[in-house]
């Protein structure tokens, strides 16, 4: 098997491995109370051993194929995500979701692919630190807002969000510590090491919480789309990276992350969309409107049943009917007494 054809296989080997630790996690969010570390919880421990081991076979994919190839290919976890999650635990996507994960892995497999990395090269000391207090602002700000949002769908992406922005920075700083890597002195990266560590931790965290009240597919499409998004950027700006194709590149660039984006617009209006329908008809009938009984268009008009009492189709005495105009039956004795009284007139 050629370099190329294997890190070709284990990309798609990760990609797999990360969207079952995905689907593990959105069922652990659904079954404990602990949104951000259920350390209680089994299954919880075998998704981050499926995450390490995409990120593990995602590091070796990089050291046999070139990075235009492999990070594309990591934007088919989502794709992966959907089918496995109907085919193992039986929770299907709808038609807008399916939409929305293919437009965004299609926008970030072609916004990717036009990335040109140059040849790598390491950060300064100044910059390390102003990109690690940033990012840590960045995500410490997107944790707080999500704190004070009320929908539980837009919370969820502002923590996954803030979860792929940790993804994407810790490994620019695992680039950086790969290029200055020396046998002679390995303590010398010890402080971009702990960075990594805390950021890694703090992505797990945060994207096991944005799975919580939002199912699977936009929390997961978020992280999957803003985590190369990210590092591609710093890359752009920091390791003089740029796009192939100069102008045209950054055109079919800007196109590719439109695209991205909308897929992500498409996920969250679908997840909105299934939670609004079930809130408004729980409203409905805590409140006990009539609004809550199907309307005449919800039923088919053979549904309408005859009451089985006789009487519960006559108005009854208070329900605002005067009972001097309601007719009262009368009796068998009346009945032959008005038959006789009408014979002997005759």
């Known amino acids: 098997m050629s370099a190329l054809a294997l890190s070709v296989l284990l990309s798609l080997v990760s990609a797999v491995a990360y969207a079952a630790g995905a689907i593990l996690q959105e069922r652990v969010a659904t079954d404990t109370d602990r949104p951000y570390a259920p350390l209680h919880h089994g299954v919880w421990w075998a998704a981050v051993a499926l995450n390490g081991l995409g990120a593990a076979l995602h590091v070796v994919a990089l050291a046999y ?18 089918p496995m999650a109907a085919l193992f635990v039986g929770r299907g996507a709808g038609h807008t979701a399916w939409r929305g994960a293919i437009m965004a892995s299609v926008g970030l497999a072609g916004l990717l692919a036009l990335t040109d990395g140059a040849d790598s090269r390491s950060l300064a000391g100044g910059e390390r630190l102003v990109l690690a207090a940033g990012t840590f602002g960045a995500v410490g ?18 923590l996954a969000g803030a979860a792929g922005a940790a993804f994407g920075i810790a490994s620019v700083f695992t680039k950086t510590v790969a290029v200055d890597w020396t046998s002679e002195a390995p303590t010398a990266q010890a402080p971009s ?27 997961l499409a978020t992280v999957t789309v ?18 192939r194709y100069d102008v045209l590149g950054t055109v079919l660039a800007l196109g590719s992350g439109v695209v991205a984006a909308g897929g992500l617009i498409l ?8 939670q609004t329908v079930p809130t408004h ?3 409905r009938h805590a409140a006990g409107s009539p609004a809550a ?3 005449s268009w919800d039923r088919a008009p053979d549904d309408a049943e005859a ?10 005495v208070g329900e605002g009917v005067d009972v001097g105009s309601v007719p009262r039956p009368r009796t068998h004795l009346e009945v032959e007494m008005r038959s006789g009284a009408v014979a002997g007139g005759s």
């Open 65 to 82: 194929g070139p990075l235009s190839l492999v990070q594309p290919l990591g934007a088919l976890t989502i794709v992966f995500a959907l």
């Open 141 to 158: 700000l997107l944790f707080l807002v999500a704190r004070v949002v009320g929908r539980p769908v837009v919370r969820s992406m502002l």
């Open 193 to 219: 090491l702990g960075v990594i560590a805390v950021l890694a931790a703090c992505g797990l965290l945060l994207s096991q919480a944005a799975y919580r009240g939002a199912g699977l597919a936009a929390p």
């Open 226 to 243: 803003v985590n190369p998004v990210v590092a591609a950027a710093v890359g752009l700006t920091l390791f003089d990276e740029q796009f």
């Open 267 to 274: 996920l969250t209006t679908e997840r909105l969309a299934v």
């Open 281 to 283: 008809q729980a409203r």
């Open 293 to 295: 009984r199907p309307s």
């Open 307 to 316: 009451p089985s009492d006789p009487d519960a189709a006559r108005p009854q």
